[in-house]
């Protein structure tokens, strides 16, 4: 791909011959060297995991978020870049707050995954009025969960702008492999407990250090509550104790 590339890979605007954004492709790659997370929806709500990968024993682990709440019926987790997702997050915070403010009413699922999608791709160089002011790709993708008028909803978003709704997904390093066990053992009726179970085992199947109630984090929003909840480590040490 740099072979190809080399004349266009420095444009964040320019089409290659083959009708390739070489800057936006090497953004998806960057999602590849973050860490490993997991959503799943159930018709009682959306269970969100994430893997920590802490560099080191002295680092508190409470202090590198990888759920993060958005709105509080609306959460997310991230791969790839911490600092973009955090512009991406707080846009989003201000997005749903002026929407509430508005129309009185929470903003739906769908419309905060297209908000997001939609400043993703709002990049460039010389651009008046913008949104934002990223010069290059944003390099992470997003898992939104939460519940609205719908129903529980699940979405990712990409580097590219794009945005899809999931029953149950992987990101990160791990994808393919993750994303194989997530379709092995999905079943829509599957309960909120055994979908929290199912996150956390594909994470350990995945992850490369030994799974404990500190490396990784769960969350969940539940369509009785419409509520984001993030679990505790001693809840988390119960379910991580019944994996295989």
């Known amino acids: 791909m740099l072979s190809e590339g080399n004349d266009y890979d420095t444009g964040i605007n320019t089409f290659s011959p083959e009708g390739r954004i070489y800057q936006v492709e090497y953004a998806m790659q960057a999602i590849k060297l973050g860490s490993n997370a997991v959503g799943i929806r159930t018709k009682d709500g959306v269970v969100l995991a994430a893997e920590r990968r802490l560099p080191s024993p002295l680092m508190i682990p409470s202090s590198l978020e990888k759920t993060i709440q958005i709105d509080g019926h609306i959460g997310a987790v991230l791969a790839g870049l911490v600092s973009d997702a955090r ?70 978003t990409d580097p590219s702008g794009h945005y899809m709704e999931w029953s149950a997904r992987a990101i990160g390093p791990a994808t393919e492999s993750a994303q194989a066990m997530l379709k092995e053992n999905y079943s829509s009726t599957m309960t909120m407990q055994e979908a929290e179970k199912l996150a956390l085992q594909t994470l350990k199947n995945v992850m490369t250090d030994k799974i404990n109630n500190l490396n990784v984090e769960l969350c969940t929003v539940l369509v009785e509550t419409k509520t984001f909840e993030s679990r505790n480590p001693e809840y988390i040490e119960e379910i991580i104790k019944t994996l295989q």
Do not use: W
Not at 109 to 121: F, G, K
Not at 136 to 141: Q, T
């Open 87 to 156: 512009s991406l997050i707080d846009y989003a915070r201000v997005e749903c707050q002026n929407h509430r403010f508005t129309y009185n009413e929470p903003m739906s699922i769908l419309s905060i995954a297209e908000t997001i999608a939609d400043l993703v791709i709002d990049f460039g160089e010389n651009k008046k009025n913008r949104k934002t002011e990223m010069a290059r790709p944003y390099g992470v993708s997003l898992l939104i969960a939460g519940v609205d008028e719908s129903g529980a909803g699940l979405y990712q």
